[in-house]
């Protein structure tokens, strides 16, 4: 029974993943194709980035609820500059700049000012929409990649016959993944969540190791942004509405605690595909967008109910 439960706590994701391909392949056989199999890591590239971004946030106990927020701003940014005149490559870095100069005003009030995060990425989202139908009058900014190569390559480019925005989420997951894993600063999340006091006592600059996960994950819903953008060859004042909250779901679901300190970003990438396949695969099979929404409200329940029963 030890070794079952073992088993579950390190390959339980895993398994679900696996559970929910077989089942929905075999009742619609069109799932298990490449092109759809693609088609899925396509779908699922803006909420995995932000997801990425969620787990280093979520891994110290906090919560940013402003990453959909920001992929929305910078993506209006994003087409306001293009449109102005400005390479798309550099109106790219600008954004992600933009994107990670929030998160670090974020991580300011939350690891500096001490103020809940709950209560600062609340307030902070709604600013961030405000500006964004600011600058744009409420309204789109149409045709942003007509002009923009580069930008168009992101969305329509595929390199070893991979689409890019695939290609690109997997880096940024490598990237994290050391980033979280080997190195110093990744154990300095793990103890600040486990224990933010226990964590200042043995040196860890917890004020620096908070900042920096809301740099992370502002940065992170500004690339979400700039592949939207890209896709939709268009910025529009309400995108990024409701990102946080499949990204909290896919963090949850991926096996990270909400109480911080425990989870692994590998999780998180299986719960972003869990969340993809289940989109992906209701809509194959013909389930109403309805029924979707209850569908996954369960999944995200029972993913939190698993997480409370393990952590005890």
Do not use: C
């Amino acid at each position: 029974m030890a070794k079952a439960r073992a088993i579950y706590d390190k390959y339980g994701t895993v398994i679900v993943l696996l559970l929910l391909v077989i089942i929905i392949s075999v009742m619609n056989p069109k799932f298990l194709t490449t092109y759809n199999i693609l088609n899925i890591f396509r779908q699922v590239s803006i909420n995995g980035l932000i997801a990425l971004g969620m787990t280093f946030v979520i891994l110290t106990g906090g919560i940013d609820l402003s990453v959909g927020a920001i992929l929305g701003l910078s993506g209006m940014v994003l087409g306001l500059l293009i449109l102005g005149g400005t390479p798309d490559v550099i109106a790219i870095i600008i954004v992600i700049l933009l994107g990670a100069g929030l998160g670090l005003f974020n991580g300011f009030l939350v690891a500096k000012i001490k103020l809940q995060a709950f209560i600062v990425t609340l307030a902070t989202m709604t600013m961030f929409q405000g500006i964004t139908l600011i600058i744009s009058d409420g309204i789109p900014a149409m045709g942003v990649t007509t002009n923009a190569k580069f930008l168009d390559f992101i969305s329509q480019g595929k390199l070893l016959g991979l689409p890019l925005p695939m290609i690109i989420f997997l880096v940024a997951f490598i990237v994290l993944y050391i980033l979280i894993e080997k190195t110093v600063y990744g154990r300095g999340v793990y103890a600040v969540g486990g224990n933010e006091e226990v964590a200042r006592l043995s040196s860890i600059s917890t004020i620096k190791t908070k900042t920096l996960v809301y740099v992370i994950s502002g940065a992170m819903a500004a690339l979400a942004g700039v592949i939207l953008t890209s896709r939709l060859s268009s910025a529009q004042p309400t995108a990024g509405a409701g990102y946080e909250l499949d990204a909290i779901a896919a963090v949850v679901i991926g096996g990270t605690s909400l109480a911080g300190g425990r989870g692994r970003i590998f999780g998180t990438l299986i719960g972003v595909l869990i969340i993809g396949v289940l989109n992906n695969g209701l809509n194959i099979i013909g389930v109403s967008s309805f029924y979707q929404q209850v569908i996954k409200g369960l999944v995200i329940l029972i993913a939190v109910i698993l997480d409370r029963k393990s952590s005890r």
